[in-house]
């Protein structure tokens, strides 16, 4: 399953201003564990493409 890809700007601590992504789990069975994993990643920081660091997003 594919998974799906978040973007949103944020600002990176080394590169400033930034196409900020973060990553979602894609549909799975059982569905218990995707809604767990897919939870899990929603709470996760976006991430700078270049270094990986977490960004502060507005
Ligand atoms: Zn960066």
Redesign the pocket.
């Known amino acids: 399953m594919a998974n799906e890809v978040q973007t949103r700007s944020g600002s990176?601590?080394?590169?400033?201003t930034?196409d900020a992504t973060r990553t979602l789990p894609g549909p799975s069975f059982p569905f218990v564990v995707y809604a767990v994993r897919r939870l899990i990643a929603t709470r996760r920081p976006y991430r700078?493409?270049?270094?990986?660091?977490a960004?502060t997003t507005i």
Do not use: D, F, R, S
Not at 12 to 16: A, F, L, R, S, V
Not at 48 to 53: E, K, L
């Open positions: 990176c601590p080394t590169h400033g930034v700078c493409p270049t270094c990986g660091a960004v």
